[in-house]
């Protein structure tokens, strides 16, 4: 079946600096979706690619659409202590089911 | 307005229980879909309903597992026979459309001992 990778599974960050983390799929994807989740908390929504090679800007956070839609990445610019979480890209192939990766684990030290 | 409730928010069940847990979605959210996401993982996909139409249940690990959105709104997965492997976060979100934006509820943490 399809599965979804996230590279780092965790990634701590100095204050102020930059970082990236990275989603592939095995399988093509028509659209791809990434999720912030807090500790404790649920999953909230963030962005959802779906064109080939799309990027999209929010704030600090760029997210971008691999030319084969088959991978994301997610790059945060300046890092926050209030960027701490677990990212989670979450893939949707053929059909309504969307498929998550395992998360990158963020620690920012202050 | 009010958005994915869950309950219970906690739940402990001696092994062998059966449990039953909740999810009201959105108000006029006819996609409603159930993940299991266990300690340090993300959500796992478990099944999913349009209306009241149970579409893809895939995803349930056995049949111990059951989910039901007899009028199309709210929601509830039962276990049966509760095993300590089932001891998870349950997680419920809803959507316009199949495809639109998940909204995720807060979750029901079922510990099995």
């Known amino acids: 079946g399809q599965q979804v990778m996230q590279i780092p599974q965790y990634q701590h960050v100095q204050e102020g600096e930059d970082f990236t983390t990275y989603c592939n799929s095995s399988t093509t994807l028509s659209n791809i979706q990434w999720y912030k989740q807090r500790p404790g908390g649920h999953p909230v929504f963030l962005i959802q690619l779906v064109k080939s090679g799309e990027v999209k800007k929010q704030k600090r956070l760029t997210f971008q659409f691999g030319e084969a839609k088959k991978n994301s990445s997610l790059h945060i610019t300046a890092t926050q202590t209030t960027d701490v979480g677990t990212y989670f890209c979450a893939g949707r192939a053929a059909g309504n089911k969307l498929t998550f990766g395992g998360g990158t684990r963020v620690l920012v030290k202050p | 307005g009010a958005g994915v409730s869950q309950s219970p928010r906690y739940k402990v069940a001696k092994r062998g229980q059966d449990v039953a847990l909740r999810c009201d979605p959105i108000?006029?959210?006819?996609?409603l879909f159930w993940y299991q996401q266990a300690l340090g993982q993300g959500p796992e996909f478990l099944t999913y309903f349009q209306n009241e139409a149970q579409l893809d249940k895939s995803g349930l690990p056995s049949d111990r597992f059951f989910a039901e959105r007899p009028e199309g709104s709210v929601s509830t997965l039962k276990i049966q026979r509760t095993q300590q492997e089932d001891s998870a976060v349950y997680l419920c979100a809803s959507s316009l459309s199949p495809v639109d934006t998940q909204y995720f509820g807060p979750g029901t943490r079922l510990t099995v001992l």
């Open positions: 108000s006029g959210h006819v996609s």
